[in-house]
C-alpha cells in the first residue's frame, strides 16, 4: 500500500519536471485557492489546514496562499464564472492551486461556461490525473481486492470544446455537438501515460515485492471506441500507440493494451486489479474516473490533479453538493488528497 501511495503522489507532483518547483529548493510557494462553490468553500479551507500543519522535512518551502473566485454562484453575481483577475493571478503569482467544486446548471444559461472546463484550456493543463487505490476495493462480484489504478485523461479538447448547435428540422429540433481530437493533444496525454507508468514501477522497485499491490510489468490501457468512431478514437487510438512505438524506453519497458470504453467500464468493475495506467479521451476518461470512485468508497474519497507542464490545479472529483452544503459535513479527504 505504501508503494501505491507514493506512486501516486509522484504521479500528481510530476511537478519535479512540470509545475511547483518543490524540487527546486524553492523558499517558498504561493498556492492559489479556488474554493467556488458548495461545498468547495468548506473542504479547500480544510485542505488548507494540513498543508499548514505540515512539519518542515515534509514541506520545506513557506506555504502563501492567495484566495481567488470562480463558480456559478460568482457568475450569478457578476456576469462572468472565470474573472480574468483570477487567470491573472494564477499567471502571474502563484505556483499551483486548489479548486473546490462547482455548481453548473444541467440546462443552458446564457453567457455561462464552467469555470473549471474553462480553467483547464486557459491554464493549458492537459492531463487530468485520477488515482484509485484501495487496499479491499469492492468488486462487482462482491469480492475485495486490492488495487492501483491511475487514469490519465485527455483534460483540454474531445466534447468540451462545448462548440453545439440547435436546429430545427421537418421532423422538429435537432442538436449537433462537435468533437475534436488532435494529434497534438493526444500525443501530450499518451506521454504522460507511458512517463507514468515508468515512474510508477520505479517507486515500486524501491520496497519488496510483497507491499506491491500491482506486480506485474509497467502497463498502459488505451482505451476508445474506434471501431465505432473509426475518425475521430481512431485517430486517438493511433497516435497514443505512435508515443510507444517512438519511444524505445516505452516499448522496452511498458507492456500496452487496448480496451473499448464500454468493456473498458465492465471489466474495471469486474476485474480492477487488472489496470495500472489507463489513458483516455476527455469524456469516456471523465466517465469512467467517476465511476471508479465507487469501488473505493465515494467521490468523497478520489483525488484529482489538473496537470500542464508549468502549472498543477489539484481537484477534488466530487461535485459541489448543494444539498449538504453548509452543513459542515462534507467529507473533505478527496480535496486534502488532491493537496497532497
Known sequence: MYSALRSVQLAARRTASMSMSMSTGAKSLTIGLIPADGIGREVIPAARQVLEALPSDVMPARLNF???????EYFQKHGVALPEQTLAALKGD?????FGAVSSPSHKVAGYSSPIVGLRKKMDLYANVRPVISGAAATASGERRAIDMLIIRENTECLYIKEEELHEGADG???IAKRRISEYASRRAGEMAFAMALQRDRMRQQVAASERTWKGRPKVTIVHKSNVLSVTDGLWRETVRG???ANAEYSQGVDIEEQLVDSMVYRMFREPEAFDVVVAPNMYGDIISDGAAALVG????????NVGDNFVVGEPVHGSAPDIAGKNIANPIAAIRSAA
Open 66 to 72: 492567495v484566495d481567488l473566485d470562480a463558480g456559478f
Open 298 to 305: 465515494s467521490l468523497g474519497l478520489v483525488p484529482s490533479a
Open 243 to 245: 508515443v510507444y512505438a
Open 173 to 175: 429540433k435537432y442538436a
Open 94 to 98: 502563484c505556483d499551483g492551486a486548489l
